[in-house]
T-cell receptor
Framework: KQEVTQIPAALSVPEGENLVLNCSFTDSAIYNLQWFRQDPGKGLTSLLLIQSSQREQTSGRLNASLDKSSGRSTLYIAASQPGDSATYLCAVRAGNNRKLIWGLGTSLAVNP | GAGVSQSPSNKVTEKGKDVELRCDPISGHTALYWYRQRLGQGLEFLIYFQGNSAPDKSGLPSDRFSAERTGESVSTLTIQRTQQEDSAVYLC????????????????????FGAGSRLTVL
């Protein structure tokens, strides 16, 4: 059974710091992995999607990596800003499964 | 539309009443998902629609929950005889195609979420 874990559960950093959020999954037979951010009252925003054949994806200050063999993904945020404060969620889609399996998220606070 | 629209944004109801939640996906998106998020918990899959295929209802928690979607348009999630444990934010998402169908174009799998419907059962 696929399980997704995100560490840390909460993180507070000063503005400008580079940071890494971690996501681990138990079954390496995944189709893809997605990172989302959740802002209160605004639903979820998709940040990056990495296919199982890819190693990383980049969008602006965000870089997501995928290591299927070790069951890990990281989301790197460069030069963090207060506007980055949100909950970051990782979700994996198994090979033949239409469902996304979600982590519980990392709550990030970037302090000015 | 430009995004996924959900209504109502907030619903307070009494225990035992029926509620209906609506999701209007992005035009052209064949896949539509309903999720539930209880306070302090992760997202919980409820149901998945892909085009005209039979929906995947395996996440519905009880027979009080049902959902419909006509073609590739609006979907409604109905909760009958609501209970206090049904209180949650109900999120709808759509994507161009569903899981396993995107082929080489990974962007087709990307989910766009609505802002959610917050349900409070008193």
């Amino acid at each position: 059974k696929q399980e997704v874990t995100q560490i840390p559960a909460a993180l507070s950093v000063p503005e400008g710091e580079n940071l890494v959020l971690n996501c681990s999954f138990t079954d390496s037979a995944i189709y893809n992995l997605q990172w989302f951010r959740q802002d209160p009252g605004k639903g979820l925003t998709s940040l990056l999607l990495i296919q199982s054949s890819q190693r990383e994806q980049t969008s602006g200050r965000l870089n997501a990596s995928l290591d299927k063999s070790s069951g890990r993904s990281t989301l790197y945020i460069a030069a963090s800003q207060p506007g980055d404060s949100a909950t970051y969620l990782c979700a994996v889609r198994a090979g033949n499964n239409r469902k996304l399996i979600w982590g519980l998220g990392t709550s990030l606070a970037v302090n000015p | 539309g430009a995004g996924v629209s959900q209504s109502p944004s907030n619903k307070v109801t009494e225990k035992g009443k029926d509620v209906e939640l609506r999701c209007d996906p992005i035009s052209g998106h064949t896949a539509l998902y309903w999720y539930r998020q209880r306070l302090g918990q992760g997202l919980e899959f409820l149901i998945y629609f892909q085009g005209n295929s039979a929906p995947d209802k395996s996440g519905l928690p009880s027979d009080r929950f049902s959902a419909e979607r006509t073609g590739e348009s609006v979907s409604t999630l109905t909760i009958q005889r609501t209970q206090q444990e049904d209180s949650a934010v109900y999120l709808c998402a759509s994507s161009l195609v569903g899981g396993g169908l995107a082929g080489a174009y990974s962007g087709a799998n990307v989910l766009t979420f609505g802002a959610g419907s917050r349900l409070t059962v008193l």
